[in-house]
């Protein structure tokens, strides 16, 4: 596959990803819709669902969506390291896409809201107790549960007896689905699990530059957290797929 089509694969897969994992939060947050209020477990299994599609898009290029799964798959052997940048590209130009188009569906509602100071949070990621070393651990925790099941799940077999043997990956994109599902309602707590530093640094970007009437800060000082953690994470899971006898 061209440098090209892996490009526009991901950033339709990305894109999708975002536009529903944001949607999902902005009908939460914002006052007038039909979802306002619905709550955190509401939010993840909307952003389970939105993984879900954008993987099932993204399919033809392997569905990467995440440049912490690209690194961890590159670090694995599973990916060529001349890819990588291909492939990040892809991602974070779908996570910019899909963060406008959240927020051109949800306009009427942004623009009535009576306080947009907190509406950050429809777009990226933040810590409920502000801590960058230990934000930055909860991260790193919750992508490598992501990387590494992406790694080590096994998959369908045939049998000696000619009847096949399902592994995890008999799921498909519905298995990442629920690991993804399972991480928010778990370790999804401290941070938000951003677990994918293009679904937290190209929405944030796009919301700093958002007219929204009344928004806050982009925080900035912040952002660092959920790129480095995922990355750190993903790393760990590939050398763990290296060290074990797969």
């Known amino acids: 596959m061209s440098a090209g089509e892996i490009i526009l694969w991901e950033v339709m897969g990305t894109a999708a990803l975002i536009l529903l994992g944001n949607g999902v939060v902005a009908n939460h947050v914002l006052r007038d819709t039909l979802g306002s209020g619905s709550g955190f477990l509401f939010i993840n299994i909307g952003w389970g669902f939105a993984v879900f599609t954008g993987a099932s898009i993204a399919a033809p290029s392997g569905a990467h969506l995440n440049p ?3 690194l961890g ?3 694995s052997g599973k990916t060529h390291w001349a890819d990588v940048p291909i492939y ?3 991602e974070m130009l779908g996570a910019m896409l899909g963060a406008l188009l959240c927020y051109l569906t949800y306009k009427l509602q942004f623009d009535t809201n009576p306080d947009n100071e907190n509406t950050r949070g429809i777009f990226c990621t933040g810590p409920t107790v502000r801590n960058p070393l230990w934000n930055t651990v909860t ?3 919750g992508t490598f549960v992501l990387v590494a099941w992406i790694l080590l799940s096994p998959a369908v077999k045939m049998g000696t007896d000619g009847v096949p043997q399902f592994g995890n990956s008999a799921l498909g994109y519905a298995g990442v689905a629920f690991v993804v599902l399972v991480i928010g309602t778990s370790l999804g707590g401290p941070t938000g699990y951003a677990i994918n530093p293009a679904r937290d640094l ?6 700093a530059l958002l007219p929204i009437r009344g928004k806050g800060s982009a925080e900035w000082g912040y952002s660092w ?7 750190v994470g993903a790393v760990l899971a590939g050398l763990l797929y290296l ?4």
Do not use: Q
């Not at 060290?243 to 797969?246: C, E, G, Q, T, Y």
């Open 68 to 70: 912490a799964v690209t």
């Open 73 to 75: 798959l590159a670090v």
């Open 88 to 90: 990040f590209v892809g």
């Open 139 to 141: 991260e790193v925790i």
């Open 202 to 207: 190209g929405p944030r970007i796009v919301y």
């Open 225 to 231: 957290v959920p790129v480095v953690g995922p990355l």
């Open 243 to 246: 060290a074990l006898p797969v």
